[in-house]
């Protein structure tokens, strides 16, 4: 199994600054995943982080509002820019377990609070 | 567009009885459909995967099932225990990408 570490864990950000989301693997992994989960909902792919190059974002999200990196196997940054309290969700990184068939490994999440 | 829907929000059992949960969908033929539990503040994690040319998986006290005639599957946790309080997620495989449903929240009472 993966262990995967997500910082921060939780913030209170103030609307229209950006933050930051880091996610770290203990293990090389081919395909890594930005979820989002807002209250009473269930997880809403923003976007697949590949490796070396741009991400491949899902219909609604959008680069300049949610800009990732991926600059090796092992980790992953997510910036939420220009916050408004809309983006108040816990922001879940997962990846795909290598050799697995399909299953997915997520962090605990970081959760953001946007007044 | 693909659909998923779990049939209720929130399913209340008593401890030992079997708890069913159910999973539709919609649009798509996936070729395998997976189950997850998220307890709160958790992310979620990974129980049971069942292929479209399975009619039946079973781990431990669990069992899912794979309609593809009936685009449906059921998960099964036979004598639920109150530790098997928690949200049931259930997803498959859109273009390489998991696509989850809203879940459903089991209380097993004791």
């Known amino acids: 199994s993966a262990v995967i570490s997500q910082k921060p864990s939780r913030d209170i950000c103030q609307r229209g600054t950006s933050l930051t989301i880091q996610c770290q693997v203990d293990?090389?992994?081919?395909?890594m995943f930005w979820y989002r989960q807002q209250p009473g909902q269930s997880l809403t792919l923003i976007a697949t982080?590949?490796?070396?190059?741009?991400?491949?974002?899902e219909s609604g999200f959008v680069i300049d509002k949610f800009p990732i990196s991926r600059p090796n196997l092992t980790f992953s940054t997510l910036t939420v820019s220009n916050m408004s309290p809309e983006d108040s969700s816990i922001y879940l990184c997962?990846?795909?377990?290598?050799?697995?068939?399909?299953?997915?490994?997520f962090g605990e999440g970081s959760r953001l609070t946007v007044l | 567009s693909q659909k998923i829907e779990q049939n209720s929000e929130a399913l209340n059992i008593q401890e030992g009885k079997t708890a069913t949960l159910t999973c539709n969908y919609t649009?798509?033929?996936?070729?395998?459909l997976q189950w997850y539990r998220q307890d709160p503040g958790r992310g979620p994690v990974f129980l049971l995967l069942?292929?479209?040319?399975?009619k039946e998986k079973r781990k431990e006290r669990l069992k899912v099932t794979f309609d593809t005639t009936l685009k449906q599957s059921l998960f099964h946790i036979t004598a639920s225990q109150p530790a098997d309080s928690a949200t049931y997620l259930c997803?498959?495989?859109?273009?390489?990408?998991?696509?989850f449903g809203k879940g459903t929240t089991l209380s097993v009472s004791s």
């Open positions: 997962s990846v795909l377990r290598t050799g697995g068939v399909g299953e997915l490994f």
């Open positions: 293990s090389q992994v081919t395909m």
């Open positions: 982080a590949n490796q070396g190059s741009e991400a491949t974002y």
């Open positions: 649009n798509y033929s996936p070729a395998y």
């Open positions: 069942i292929r479209e040319n399975e």
């Open positions: 997803a498959l495989e859109v273009r390489t990408a998991l696509i």
